[in-house]
């Protein structure tokens, strides 16, 4: 059970207000992990059945800022990606994509995280992504 006041439901509230047709939703946080959740659409899928490394690239990005809110405490729509990379391990193939992006670090300035993204089998990721993310500078009173 999640101790932090941000939750998935209060996340994906934000995205459906402030960035709608994202197709992306928050489907679970915990004290130090967000998941997210994306219907893999048809133009979403390469030659062979395979989700696009963008779509993926695109949900381990989502899932990130997730992990950002969760880090800092508070739902902060203005954290912007500073780094991504992102390993492709095996094809994606499946309608629903995840990614459960886990808390590194958070610092006052930045978060740092993990993804590992994944179609039907958790242990068995299609990729794995680590990136940061910056926090709006607040000036001092």
């Not at 932090?4 to 047709?21: K, L, Q, W």
């Not at 899928?45 to 992990?67: C, E, H, K, M, N």
């Not at 930045?110 to 607040?138: C, F, N, R």
Request: charged fraction near 20%; include cysteine.
């Amino acid at each position: 059970m999640s101790t932090n006041p941000v939750t998935a439901e209060a996340i994906t509230a934000m995205i459906d207000r402030e960035f709608s047709g994202t197709g992306n939703t928050c489907f679970e946080v915990g004290d130090d992990y967000a998941i997210a959740r994306r219907d893999v659409h048809t133009d979403e899928i390469r030659p062979g059945g395979f989700v696009s490394g963008p779509t993926q690239f695109g949900l381990a990005d989502a899932a990130l800022w997730y992990v950002t809110f969760v880090g800092v405490g508070r739902i902060e729509p203005m954290a912007m990606t500073s780094e991504l990379s992102i390993r492709y391990i095996r094809p994606a193939v499946g309608d629903v994509l995840w990614a459960k992006a886990t808390l590194d670090v958070a610092g006052r300035r930045s978060v740092v995280g993990t993804v590992s993204i994944w179609t039907t089998d958790e242990s068995k990721p299609s990729a794995v992504a680590q990136g940061t993310y910056m926090l709006p500078h607040t000036p001092s009173t």
